[in-house]
């Protein structure tokens, strides 16, 4: 099963965003993970919508933008239209996500559902036939550089015992050369990495670590 890589921005360089995104195409990435915080949602906020329309305009990789943002529908046409392939929002701040997911869809996204390490995975089975992509949080959203949590790594074969064989089963946090492999033999087939990549000090080396 091949696995999609996912570098977190969140990581990089702010100062230097157009360099580090090409360190990560020439280290193999497919995807750029890129987090938007509102400083409700989690206790942080990030990168919002102009940075993902100059980030359009200087890659070809899947934009993968992860919204931790508190009423995530009306930021969907936003997104969008900055250039973002695919948007995951929260399973806990969505107050109808069939709504949110097909806001997305129409939007002509893929749309992705996450959840954070305290909800259950049950919670997301309604709408594990409507996504194309379900990011199980393995830390707290918030902060880059957090240690894996390794119980949330339980709940991705429950997902897939219970989702279409195509449905994408993405982690994000604390994700690094040994905690990826427990999550690709779990069933995970995108990784999220953001200070195991963009602090390793050898971009492509992280890269490759997490991809074989
Ligand atoms: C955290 C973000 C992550 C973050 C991961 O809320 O969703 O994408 O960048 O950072 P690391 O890989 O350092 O745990
Ligand atoms: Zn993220």
Not at 38 to 50: C, E, K, L, Q, R
Not at 114 to 124: A, F
Request: charged share 20%; hydrophobic share 45%; with cysteine.
């Amino acid at each position: 099963m091949s696995v999609i890589l996912s570098p977190s921005l969140l990581s990089a360089d702010f100062a230097n965003l157009g360099h580090d995104i090409r360190l990560v195409e020439e280290a193999g990435a497919d995807w750029l993970h890129i987090d938007v915080m509102d400083g409700h949602f989690v206790p942080n906020i990030t990168i919002g919508v102009p940075v993902v329309k100059s980030i359009r305009k200087i890659t070809n990789l899947v934009l993968d933008v992860h919204l931790m943002i508190e009423n995530p529908a009306d930021f969907v046409l936003p997104f969008a239209k900055a250039g973002a392939d695919l948007i995951t929002f929260h399973y806990e701040a969505a107050e109808n996500p069939e709504e949110v997911i097909s806001f997305i869809h129409k939007a002509g996204l893929k749309a992705g559902i996450s959840i954070k390490p305290k909800t259950p995975p049950e919670s997301i089975f309604p709408y594990l036939n409507d996504v194309d992509l379900v990011l199980v949080m393995t830390v707290e959203p918030g902060f880059g550089g957090q240690s894996f949590i390794h119980e949330c790594a339980s709940k991705i074969p429950l997902i897939k015992e219970n989702a279409p064989d195509d449905l994408i089963i993405q982690v994000d946090g604390g994700i690094n050369n040994v905690t990826s492999k427990i999550c690709t033999s779990l069933g995970a087939n995108s990784l999220v990495a953001g200070s195991y990549i963009f602090g390793s000090g050898d971009v492509e080396a992280a890269c490759r670590s997490l991809l074989h």
